[in-house]
């Protein structure tokens, strides 16, 4: 059993998963940004690869790209940092990035040095269904790595079914189709994760986009088994003297 199937085996509500970018505010934070994470409360962190050109990404996340890759990160640099990361994280880790960087480090080169260190899974919004089916599936299932699709509002139902079959670990609902950071009507998002949750789907389901407190959390976790933090988490981490208090302090304000 992979450590995201289990991790929703053992809690199918309430799961807290926060996006860090990897080389911010330094370089070498990767690490010391996923121990405090795991120190104070969170189930997974999906940890993001830098990339000029990010597609998803709001002006925050886009920002700590562009300092990440000023301070020197590379997929590279990211699997040195991770080569001996799962000695102390025990929690689900994913990767989330973007097709360019990875296609020019070599994909199953990639997916070999990904599942050698301990990555759990991927997430690559640009990486449409047929490329992944026709070219790419084979190679993510042959290193065991997760694949997460994501569905937004309007996705039809037919799609986000095909999506949710060739998803695993967990499916990503966006909750609308704009970029991260981004203020949401929580009303018009709350309709569309009940539709998803009459849907019935295979696969559990996080909310991103837009979850930035206590309460966006708790109201993402009412209608799906959990969310995604991002910009708010790097804001937090933007002017932090200290990862670990900082990560903290934004931690006890969602979960406490």
Do not use: W
Not at 34 to 55: C, F, H, R, T, W
Not at 156 to 173: H, K, M, V, W
Not at 182 to 210: H, Q, T
């Amino acid at each position: 059993m992979t450590r995201i199937n289990q991790l929703f085996q053992n809690k199918e509500n309430e799961v807290l998963n926060v996006y860090c970018t990897a080389g911010y505010p330094q370089l070498d934070s990767t690490l010391q940004v996923i121990k405090a994470l795991q120190s104070n409360g969170v189930d997974m962190i999906e940890l993001g690869m830098p990339y000029s050109d990010p597609l998803a990404d709001g002006p925050v996340i886009q920002h700590s790209s562009t300092i990440a890759l000023a301070n020197g990160m590379t997929i590279r640099k990211l699997f040195e940092q991770l080569k001996d990361f799962r000695r102390e994280i025990h929690l689900p880790v994913i990767l989330m990035g973007y097709m360019n960087p990875i296609l020019q480090y070599g994909f199953e080169k990639f997916c070999t040095d990904a599942a050698k260190v301990g990555i759990d899974g991927l997430i690559l919004p640009d990486l449409p269904e047929y490329e992944f089916e026709t070219e790419f599936a084979a190679i993510i299932k042959k290193y065991g790595l997760d694949f997460i699709f994501l569905v937004t509002p309007e996705t039809s139902d037919e799609r986000i079914r095909r999506l949710d079959e060739l998803s695993t670990g967990f499916l990503y609902a966006v909750s609308s189709s704009s970029i991260t950071g981004k203020a949401k009507d929580f009303s018009a998002v709350e309709k569309y994760l009940e539709r998803l949750k009459c849907m019935k789907l295979r696969n559990p389901i996080l909310v991103g986009f837009g979850i930035k407190d206590k309460p966006t959390f708790e109201t993402a976790c009412t209608h799906a088994n959990g969310a995604i933090i991002g910009t708010a988490f790097i804001k937090a981490l933007e002017n932090a003297g200290d990862v670990e208090s900082a990560t903290k302090k934004f931690l006890n304000s969602i979960l406490q």
